[in-house]
């Protein structure tokens, strides 16, 4: 498979052509007995995901999720702030100015010669320049979350920033953010998590990294540093 296949009935019809037979495959009297399949786009995860049973969507890779988070947060940071508020956070609008350009570069990493990328570089091409991310309208915000979080980009490896520990990190934080800005109950759950994160990296003060951040880290085990935390906090 090199490419997405979303018919079932597709699906096993390709998967179908690799029970056929053949009679002195790997020598005399060596006929085939099984034969494999090399799927490079999550159809079998697609259609045969949770143990077996059929699934209705591939999973999310983390890179996928960390693209949606970013975009929810800009969404969301643009219904905070909107252009007619009378006094906008400007804080607020220097987060939505990185995580877009985040966006944007992870777009202009796509490469062009990748087939599952091909299909879509009309879409890429627009979204790798500022001013598309300058306003999003909601059928922006479907197209990008549908169709361009998906697609694979070399921005991490480019960046240096591969460590899957410090990718699920910044989704924590990410997450964070969002429950933050939208008032959801759980974000009690989520800061008792990353305190939690916190108070082992305390643990750990003789390391050089963690000594040079020590003051921030103790300061989120204490309660006091909580109350009216903001977003770039």
């Known amino acids: 498979f090199f490419k997405p296949v979303r018919s079932r009935t597709k699906f096993w019809q390709m998967v179908g052509r690799g029970t056929r037979t053949c009679k002195h495959l790997f020598g005399p009297g060596r006929d085939k007995e099984c034969f494999w399949i090399f799927d490079l786009c999550q159809n079998l995860e697609f259609f045969l995901g949770q143990g077996g049973a059929e699934s209705t969507a591939a999973p999310e890779t983390l890179s996928t999720r960390l693209f949606r988070s970013r975009l929810a947060l800009i969404e969301t940071i643009d219904q905070k702030a909107l252009p007619s508020a009378p006094s906008r956070d400007t804080t607020l609008l220097q987060h939505r100015h990185t995580l877009a350009e985040l966006l944007r570069c992870h777009v202009a990493a796509c490469p062009a010669d990748n087939f599952v990328v091909r299909p879509h570089l009309q879409l890429v091409e627009q979204f790798r320049t500022s001013d598309a991310w300058a306003s999003l ?84 085990l204490i309660d006091e540093w909580w109350q009216d935390v903001t977003v770039p906090m």
């Open 137 to 220: 309208s909601p059928d922006d915000h479907q197209t990008l979350s549908s169709t361009l979080a998906p697609l694979p980009s070399a921005y991490a490896e480019q960046q240096g920033d591969t460590d899957a520990d410090a990718r699920r990190f910044d989704l924590l934080l990410y997450t964070l953010q969002l429950t933050l800005l939208r008032g959801e109950p759980r974000f009690a759950r989520l800061q008792r998590q990353l305190r939690e994160l916190a108070a082992q990296l305390e643990a750990l003060a003789n390391t050089p990294q963690v000594a040079a951040e020590l003051e921030l880290i103790r300061d989120l």
